[in-house]
């Protein structure tokens, strides 16, 4: 048994939970959110909480009862707080603005970088070097700041890039020049 599939979801106030067939639909004050359960994995409302429970006879039932029960709670706290990611652009002259739901980042190119985020995803810039990229599904928030990141990815000599907040570089020494 799954130590974390066991574990009941508690449906935090203010979160409604909608369960039909094997479609789960979530909705919050960040926004709503819907997964569809895969097979082998049996999802109920029990007390304020969702419980998680798996059909042994399936044959990928006990690989996805701990997934689809994190992907539950993560479905939870999205609708309920939110996720958020924070990048750091670093370098001479490298800085980001938004402008509704494009974000537009100069990087060293001979143009200016354009991304169009997605739905749900709102970017916000502090100082010009500071991205912080929230919403409430964390694959989408997660996959849209490494997208952002690998527009400049960080380079190890002089540490300039677009890096996570948290992200330590390991930088290397340059040529020593003269040196015999």
């Not at 959110?33 to 990928?60: C, F, M, S, W, Y």
């Not at 919403?135 to 190890?156: C, H, N, Q, T, Y």
């Amino acid at each position: 048994m799954s130590r974390v599939g066991k574990q009941p979801v508690k449906i935090l106030s203010g979160v409604k939970v909608d369960l039909k067939g094997t479609t789960l639909k979530v909705e919050g004050p960040k926004g709503k959110l819907a997964h569809e359960i895969p097979q082998g994995v049996v999802v109920k409302v029990v007390d304020g909480a969702l419980v998680v429970d798996r059909d042994e006879t399936a044959p990928n039932a006990a690989a996805l009862h701990g997934l689809t029960r994190t992907l539950i709670h993560n479905m939870v706290h999205g609708v309920h707080t939110g996720f958020t990611k924070e990048l750091e652009i670093v370098g001479v002259g490298y800085r980001a603005a938004t402008k509704g739901q494009s974000l537009t980042m100069t990087l060293g190119y001979s143009h200016p970088v354009e991304y169009e985020l997605p739905q749900g995803i709102a970017a916000k810039v502090e100082n010009n070097t500071k991205v912080i990229v929230s919403g409430a599904d964390k694959i989408l928030v997660g996959m849209v700041a490494a997208k952002i990141r690998s527009f400049k990815e960080p380079e190890p000599y002089q540490g300039k890039g677009v890096r996570y907040s948290d992200e330590h570089i390991i930088r290397k020494q340059g040529k020593a020049a003269g040196a015999k």
